[in-house]
């Protein structure tokens, strides 16, 4: 089952989006369906798929050269966090990036 949620992503120079901490170096476009890869990465919990929130809002991230951007995706699993991190938030195996938003502090 498809859904819609959003996503916080780095925008480069070159229009294209990026991921904020796992994989940085992958390249995104609008309308690409995207399978999450599993990147264990030192530092960080390894929580595989592609994270992204039911409402553009996670307040524990920086939002500085940062975009919203709304996603479809499939294939997910819900997490229900704390406010203070957005409330629910999903894990996807399948991403479509839709559009960009533009989101008010």
């Known amino acids: 089952m498809k859904v819609l949620a959003y996503k916080l992503f780095r925008k480069r120079k070159d229009g294209t989006y990026g991921p904020l901490f796992?994989?940085?170096?992958?390249?995104?476009?609008?309308?690409?369906t995207y399978n999450a890869?599993?990147?264990?990465?030192?530092?960080?919990?390894?929580?595989?798929?592609w994270h992204c929130c039911a409402y553009?809002?996670?307040?524990?991230?920086?939002?500085?050269?940062?975009?919203?951007?709304?996603?479809?995706?499939?294939?997910?699993?819900?997490?229900?966090?704390?406010?203070?991190?957005?409330?629910?938030?999903?894990?996807a195996n399948k991403l479509t990036i839709l559009k960009e938003i533009d989101v008010k502090a």
């Open 37 to 49: 890869e599993d990147h264990k990465t030192k530092g960080y919990a390894h929580r595989p798929g």
């Open 56 to 91: 553009p809002d996670a307040p524990h991230l920086s939002k500085k050269d940062r975009v919203w951007c709304e996603v479809e995706i499939d294939d997910f699993t819900r997490h229900m966090r704390p406010a203070n991190q957005g409330g629910l938030w999903y894990t």
């Open 22 to 32: 796992i994989n940085r170096k992958q390249k995104l476009v609008l309308d690409v």
